[in-house]
């Protein structure tokens, strides 16, 4: 009876031995699986330069363009490495296109919340654009968000980005930049956010200069 006793314990103490040792193996394999790498790649380049010199005879960069209409669509002249024509498009706006984090009910983007109009690219039947693009400023707390369309069906995870703001003096410039920006489908919007200094853009905001810098990042996990 005693033997059945110490065998029932010893039987016990193994038992729980392995029952420690397969959750610490369990732990060991979850902690392989969760130390994947990710490799980022940057997959393309591109800048825009939006200056007062270049904008100043076109028609399709003026401010006066109700971006609060409803079912907004923005036309668009666009140039297409391999069409020797200028293409017109019709585009939604950001807020209406599918897909798209701004397109909600409550849309943030009216002039009653403190959006205003800072700067647009659309082309024009002269000179078209690669990627048509405009920016809203929020005067109460000072974001700068620039709308980019990917109109040559770039790919990749998202976009990171800078900006060069310029006075028209060229004597004051700061560089900003953006929150990555999700890349949601190809011909959408790229949403870029800036959080500007205090005053940092004041009217009239045709007399500042924009140079943004953008690169696509594709994302590939290994392991």
Not at 149 to 163: C, D, I
Request: charged letters at 20%; one cysteine or more.
């Amino acid at each position: 009876m005693r033997n059945l006793k110490s065998f029932s314990t010893a039987a016990f103490f193994i038992a729980t031995a392995v029952f420690a040792f397969s959750c610490q193996m369990d732990d060991q394999i979850e902690g392989i699986q969760e130390a994947k790498i990710i490799v980022k790649e940057t997959v393309f380049r591109f800048s825009i330069n939006h200056s007062e010199q270049d904008i100043l005879s076109e028609s399709g960069t003026d401010l006066s363009w109700d971006w609060q209409s409803v079912n907004q669509m923005v036309s668009a002249y666009i140039d297409f490495p391999q069409s020797p024509t200028i293409s017109q498009l019709t585009i939604p706006a950001p807020w209406y296109t599918q897909g798209n984090p701004l397109n909600t009910i409550e849309k943030d983007i009216y002039s009653k919340d403190g959006w205003v109009l800072v700067m647009r690219n659309f082309g024009s039947s002269e000179r078209a654009v690669k990627r048509p693009y405009f920016g809203l400023l929020n005067t109460k707390t000072n974001i700068l968000k620039i709308f980019i369309h990917n109109s040559q069906w770039q790919p990749g995870h998202y976009l990171e980005s800078n900006l060069v703001l310029v006075d028209s003096q060229n004597i004051h410039s700061r560089s900003f930049e953006s929150k990555p920006a999700k890349i949601v489908q190809f011909d959408s919007w790229f949403n870029l956010e800036f959080q500007l200094d205090q005053n940092q853009l004041s009217t009239p905001y045709a007399n500042f200069s924009f140079l943004i810098e953008c690169a696509g990042i594709l994302e590939t996990e290994v392991g």
